[in-house]
């Protein structure tokens, strides 16, 4: 009992005795601790190096890689924006051919079947021969006369072949300067919208469907 209590204090004063030498500056009970984040970190500065190596190698640098491809971005041409050819008439009439058509070309005295749509000139729909829900058609016939078809409509007729199409903006001058003029909707309702807008310039879509005569 007596050997196992001195083992026991011989022990206990030899690891007491160990932990004062190294209080008291025993060099061999210093732990070596790293001065830089180099040392601490070995790893990551050989990833460093590596990276830095390649990029010599390849002779860019991550200033140039991040402006190459600003520079190296191919010039776009610059192009003309398309503008759409019109022809305008004496009478201040604009017109613009979007489908030719074939056969003969209606002439002043002419009687024509025709298909058109009326727009106001901001794009507002006021009458059409063509129902813009079912699709179905109701041509009318004119005569390219001054005395039943307003005189702007006429002047975009005459030249036309069968199937061609205009597009044309007529000034209030050459257009409904008569509630009498052609053409005119027969429903009450499209009529009154038609001639609350005759003293302003109108859009007619016309296609020419026949030349009658």
């Known amino acids: 009992m007596a050997a196992s209590q001195f083992q026991t204090n011989f022990r206990s004063r030899c690891f007491f005795a160990s932990?004062?030498?190294?209080?008291?500056?025993?060099e061999h009970c210093k732990i070596a601790v790293p001065k830089s984040s180099d040392e601490r970190m070995p790893s990551l500065n050989v990833k460093k190096l590596l990276r830095r190596s390649v990029l010599q190698f390849v002779g860019l640098s991550p200033i140039f890689i991040s402006i190459r491809p600003v520079l190296s971005a191919p010039m776009q041409e610059m192009r003309e924006?398309?503008?759409i050819r019109t022809l305008?008439?004496?009478?201040?009439?604009?017109l613009q051919d979007v489908v030719e058509g074939e056969g003969p070309e209606a002439r002043e005295g002419d009687i024509v079947e025709i298909n058109y749509v009326c727009?106001?000139?901001n794009g507002y729909f006021v009458h059409s021969?063509?129902?813009?829900?079912s699709g179905e058609?109701?041509?009318?016939?004119?005569p390219l006369d001054d005395k039943q078809i307003i005189e702007g409509l006429k002047e975009v007729l005459i030249g036309m072949k069968p199937g061609g199409k205009r597009t044309a903006l007529i000034p209030p001058s050459v257009g409904y300067i008569s509630e009498n003029l052609k053409p005119v909707p027969g429903e009450f309702g499209p009529r009154r919208s038609l001639m609350s807008h005759m003293k302003e310039p109108l859009i007619f879509e016309v296609q020419l469907l026949k030349v009658l005569s």
């Open 129 to 133: 021969t063509v129902d813009q829900f």
């Open 19 to 26: 932990q004062r030498q190294c209080f008291e500056g025993s």
């Open 88 to 94: 305008k008439l004496d009478s201040g009439v604009r």
């Open 137 to 142: 058609s109701a041509p009318v016939i004119l």
């Open 81 to 83: 924006p398309d503008v």
């Open 119 to 121: 727009r106001r000139s």
